[in-house]
Nanobody
């Protein structure tokens, strides 16, 4: 199993910044992708940004130019630097990892418990 522990959420004024962190632990053979999703009240969970082990990035159009995802492969940690925050960024942000825990198994999806980000309006 893989455990994902998030930190860094909070309350911020519009235009402000926050940095989210997510550390993966457990019996990890490899992490093929790691990133962030978010879910606002009354809305479906959506991709914010994802970074593969090969260095490819997938970002939502709504955050391009404002959010930056980075990863510390040695420590199985992913970060999301969020700048120029807007009220519409308010959501619970979930860390996601696609990882393998056994050599002979396929990759599985793992989720953190979520960290709340509130941008005042």
């Amino acid at each position: 199993q893989v455990q994902l522990v998030e930190s860094g959420g909070g309350l911020v004024q519009p235009g402000g910044s926050l940095r989210l962190s997510c550390a993966a632990s457990g019996t990890i053979i490899r992490i093929s992708a790691m990133g962030w999703y978010r879910q606002a009240p009354g809305r479906e969970r959506e991709l914010v940004a994802m970074l593969t082990s090969g260095g490819n990035t997938n970002e939502a159009d709504s955050v391009k130019g404002r959010f930056t995802i980075s990863r510390d492969n040695a420590n199985n940690t992913v970060y999301l630097q969020m700048n120029s925050l807007k009220p519409e960024d308010t959501a619970v942000y979930y860390c996601h990892a696609r990882a393998r825990t056994l050599w002979w198994s396929s990759d599985s999806d793992y989720w953190g418990q979520g960290t709340k980000v509130t941008v005042l309006s």
